[in-house]
């Protein structure tokens, strides 16, 4: 089935220009072309009204892509957003997280991070969060986009690990648990895909982290991974490993290359 869909201004990827009065041309949820609004209407007259969606005054464009989401957490939003990374993390949204992440809480929040996202012009993100199964679920339902990933983090929760486990041994179970579900629950789903997650070099450890680029060697997966995102974090890890950085850590393992998904940064130099 072919639908029109006209507009007013029409902005495409490539080439990197404006174009006026023209229609993208979709066949079968694909697109086909893109043409002259003119040309459109003589070669496709037979498309019926129903079909065809005109923009008068709109521009058309590609959904923005949200590159870094928790997307649950938009029911956790504000809490204790004053303060610095780590003292956030563990005194405030890990314990608010033990206390109320279940898979309801996951496809609930995900189903309001996708409304606010798709409201925005976000037709693509890329999640890291508990439960994706229930991430992929409201993904699927709603029609977004979705990369999805199959989160890694040494201790236990809600969704996966023990606390009679160590950090790599956790890292392993959340690994081995993510891979199910993408064999279980993401292959009918054409529009999720996913990613291993390893939180950070700090919640992983080297050997955790290890096992997580082993992982997406074997199935052909990127990585997501929050890297460099404080100070403190950077300088704790320095301290712990002989004067080295997280990121230079991570390049000698062999993680850093075009297939890794590296967020915040917000502490790097030149060298």
Not at 11 to 20: G, H, K, R
């Given at each position: 089935?072919?639908?029109?869909?006209?507009?007013?201004?029409?902005?495409?990827?490539?080439?990197?220009?404006?174009?006026?009065?023209?229609?993208?041309?979709?066949?079968?949820?694909?697109?086909?072309?893109?043409?002259?609004?003119?040309?459109?209407?003589?070669?496709y007259a037979s498309v019926p009204e129903s079909d065809q969606w005109h923009g008068k005054d709109h521009v058309l464009m590609p959904g923005?892509?949200?590159?870094?989401?928790?997307?649950?957490?938009?029911?956790?939003?504000?809490?204790?957003?004053?303060?610095?990374?780590?003292?956030?993390?563990?005194?405030?949204?890990?314990?608010?997280?033990?206390?109320?992440?279940?898979?309801?809480?996951?496809?609930?929040?995900?189903?309001?991070?996708?409304?606010?996202?798709?409201?925005?012009?976000?037709?693509?993100?890329?999640?890291?969060?508990?439960?994706?199964?229930?991430?992929?679920?409201?993904?699927?339902?709603?029609?977004?986009?979705?990369?999805?990933?199959?989160?890694?983090?040494?201790?236990?929760?809600?969704?996966?690990?023990?606390?009679d486990k160590s950090q790599e041994e956790n890292i392993k179970l959340y690994i081995e648990k993510g891979l199910q579900i993408k064999q279980?629950?993401?292959?009918?789903?054409?529009?999720?895909?996913?990613?291993?997650?390893?939180?950070?070099?700090?919640?992983?450890?080297?050997?955790?982290?290890?096992?997580?680029?082993?992982?997406?060697?074997?199935?052909?997966?990127?990585?997501?991974?929050?890297?460099?995102?404080?100070?403190?974090?950077?300088?704790?890890?320095?301290?712990?490993?002989?004067?080295?950085?997280?990121i230079a850590t991570m390049d000698r393992v062999g993680m850093l290359k075009e297939s890794l998904i590296a967020v915040h940064m917000t502490?790097?130099?030149?060298?």
């Amino acid at each position: 089935a072919i639908k029109l869909l006209f507009a007013k201004y029409v902005v495409p990827v490539a080439p990197q220009t404006v174009l006026e009065d023209h229609c993208i041309v979709v066949e079968n949820d694909k697109i086909k072309e893109i043409i002259p609004a003119a040309d459109a209407k003589s070669k496709y007259a037979s498309v019926p009204e129903s079909d065809q969606w005109h923009g008068k005054d709109h521009v058309l464009m590609p959904g923005f892509v949200n590159c870094h989401t928790h997307s649950a957490m938009s029911l956790l939003r504000g809490i204790a957003d004053d303060l610095s990374l780590m003292p956030w993390l563990q005194n405030h949204i890990w314990p608010a997280e033990g206390k109320f992440v279940s898979p309801e809480f996951v496809y609930d929040g995900t189903k309001l991070a996708i409304a606010e996202m798709i409201q925005s012009g976000i037709t693509c993100y890329n999640d890291m969060y508990f439960f994706p199964d229930e991430i992929a679920k409201a993904s699927h339902e709603t029609g977004i986009r979705a990369v999805i990933g199959l989160i890694a983090i040494g201790f236990p929760s809600a969704y996966c690990g023990a606390p009679d486990k160590s950090q790599e041994e956790n890292i392993k179970l959340y690994i081995e648990k993510g891979l199910q579900i993408k064999q279980e629950v993401f292959k009918d789903k054409p529009l999720v895909h996913s990613v291993i997650a390893p939180h950070a070099p700090y919640s992983c450890g080297i050997a955790g982290l290890q096992h997580c680029q082993d992982a997406a060697d074997k199935h052909g997966l990127r990585l997501h991974v929050h890297l460099h995102e404080s100070a403190s974090e950077v300088s704790d890890w320095k301290s712990a490993n002989g004067g080295e950085s997280p990121i230079a850590t991570m390049d000698r393992v062999g993680m850093l290359k075009e297939s890794l998904i590296a967020v915040h940064m917000t502490q790097l130099t030149d060298a």
